[in-house]
T-cell receptor
Framework: KAGVTQTPRYLIKTRGQQVTLSCSPISGHRSVSWYQQTPGQGLQFLFEYFSETQRNKGNFPGRFSGRQFSNSRSEMNVSTLELGDSALYLC????????????????FGPGTRLTVL | AQKITQTQPGMFVQEKEAVTLDCTYDTSDPSYGLFWYKQPSSGEMIFLIYQGSYDQQNATEGRYSLNFQKARKSANLVISASQLGDSAMYFCAISSNTGKLIFGQGTTLQVKP
């Protein structure tokens, strides 16, 4: 079974540009979550999508947005990039079943390392 | 709000010895889950072990075990018989029924030969 894939793996952008990151979940997984990891702030939750709807959102500015397609693939977009957006962006998928509940394990992809110059 | 505290920024352990990584949490949710993930230098987060708040027994997965003390709100990870490949960053995380994980700041573990 293929794991979570993220593209691209590395990205270099300049301030003011926008970027789109892609995440393909494990087959059959319906929930996709995004996290930002920086040395200063650690791992922070961005948002979660389920059945093409944003179900949960972290405390990030509106420049960060996302969407989910009918095949559960997800994209996140960051507009008007700032230097502080340089980070490792991790995507995670989970089955999201009623049985799993709080124990719904999230499987992470390898991440996209974004550098903003 | 949920919170995870990992007080050990870095730990050293001798190969083949056991090591305990500390994790305390704070939550007002009656039902929650506690996770431990390993992050090698490659960046990928690898799931290690899970403990549900209503689980009566401590979770174990191979060389990993979770010392869950609900009254003290602690969920320490114990790695037995450390291997060189265990050198990595370790994160404790808590979840509720929202599809959202809250992570601690992590502990860097270095295994010495």
């Amino acid at each position: 079974k293929a794991g979570v894939t993220q593209t691209p793996r590395y990205l270099i952008k300049t301030r003011g540009q926008q970027v789109t990151l892609s995440c393909s979940p494990i087959s059959g997984h319906r929930s996709v979550s995004w996290y930002q990891q920086t040395p200063g702030q650690g791992l922070q939750f961005l948002f979660e999508y389920f059945s093409e709807t944003q179900r949960n959102k972290g405390n990030f500015p509106g420049r960060f947005s996302g969407r989910q397609f009918s095949n559960s693939r997800s994209e996140m977009n960051v507009s008007t990039l700032e230097l502080g957006d340089s980070a490792l962006y991790l995507c995670a998928s989970s089955r999201d079943t009623e049985l799993a509940g709080v124990g719904d394990e999230q499987f992470f992809g390898p991440g996209t390392r974004l550098t903003v110059l | 709000a949920q919170k995870i505290t990992q007080t050990q920024p870095g730990m050293f352990v001798q190969e083949k010895e056991a090591v305990t990584l500390d994790c305390t949490y704070d939550t007002s949710d009656p039902s929650y889950g506690l996770f431990w993930y390993k992050q090698p230098s490659s960046g990928e987060m690898i799931f290690l072990i899970y403990q549900g708040s209503y689980d009566q027994q401590n979770a174990t997965e191979g060389r990993y075990s979770l010392n869950f003390q609900k009254a003290r709100k602690s969920a320490n990870l114990v790695i037995s018989a450390s291997q060189l490949g265990d050198s990595a960053m370790y994160f404790c995380a808590i979840s509720s029924n929202t599809g959202k994980l809250i992570f601690g700041q992590g502990t860097t573990l270095q295994v010495k030969p």
